[in-house]
């Protein structure tokens, strides 16, 4: 085991996952608020636009803090542009769209270094425009899958106790339910982002080593916050410093989480392969 770990931080380390952080962070602060506009007017079509307006906004509560939330709602509010037209419409939504998906794009990106996969050179527009779709697609899944659990879990939470008078029962319950969501939403990033072909298994394995580092570094990211008075040091900038300063941090989990999958595959014989658009590379010094 401690051999097997030795590998995961060592390939980890290896990877570069610092500096890929610190790309993802920065260009986080141009995709966080076309992220939101989109999942709002997407989903919003079918929970409607003030639930998931309510559960985006919670999340960024609970991660960030409450003044930051408000910040970001503010900036939302102020967003909003009166169209003319259909076609100013849909280009609109059309560029938020591709906004929105450059950051999982740069996971995908990360992906394929941490696990030596190089995507074929192809200036076809159709690729282009087809892989921020798959991105896209894969940024409403996910947050369709946390807001189907988060309202599940808030019924149980509220309609529980008349099946478990238990409240630490609930409380265990609201935490394992949340645990598995949050390590399933890592399995499904390893399983489809990345021009690879990733066995379910190692996949669903490191989402829970992922979810599980995901928890217990939340806690300590949120004292460092609740600490760190970047109010006070960076001003009315605060809230973009919050955002790229968490990003930072999650993506070290996610690319520590993606070397596991890397190591794993290799022990369990899934080979990590790419898929038709991409070619496998390796590095040697020389």
Not at 223 to 228: I, Q
Request: charged share 10%; no cysteine; net charge positive.
């Amino acid at each position: 085991m401690f051999k097997f770990f030795k590998q995961v931080f060592n390939h980890f380390f290896n990877s570069n996952t610092f500096q890929k952080g610190a790309a993802l962070a920065y260009y986080a602060v141009f995709s966080i608020f076309p992220i939101i506009i989109v999942l709002i007017s997407v989903l919003g079509m079918v929970f409607g636009k003030q639930a998931v307006a309510g559960e985006i906004f919670g999340q960024l509560k609970d991660i960030l803090g409450g003044d930051a939330a408000l910040q970001i709602q503010d900036m939302i509010k102020n967003q909003h542009v009166q169209h003319n037209s259909l076609w100013t419409t849909i280009i609109g939504f059309v560029t938020l769209a591709l906004s929105a998906s450059g950051m999982l794009n740069q996971i995908h990106n990360a992906f394929n270094d941490i696990w030596e996969i190089k995507a074929k050179p192809k200036s076809s527009i159709i690729r282009y425009f087809t892989k921020h779709l798959a991105s896209f697609a894969v940024l409403i899944s996910l947050f369709f899958i946390l807001l189907i659990s988060t309202l599940a879990n808030s019924f149980l939470v509220k309609y529980g106790a008349n099946l478990y008078p238990d409240y630490k029962f609930s409380l265990l319950f609201e935490h394992l339910t949340s645990f598995f969501i949050i390590s399933l939403i890592f399995a499904i990033l390893f399983r489809f982002l990345g021009d690879t072909k990733v066995h379910w298994k190692p996949a669903l394995i490191s989402g829970l080593f992922t979810g599980l580092l995901f928890v217990f570094g939340k806690i300590g990211i949120g004292m460092y916050l609740g600490k760190a008075h970047l109010t006070t040091t960076f001003g009315s900038a605060s809230v973009l410093a919050l955002i790229m300063l968490w990003v930072y941090y999650t993506s070290q989990i996610i690319f520590l989480g993606a070397s596991f999958v890397k190591i794993l595959s290799d022990k369990m014989n899934y080979e990590i392969l790419p898929n038709k658009n991409a070619v496998k590379v390796q590095s040697k010094e020389i």
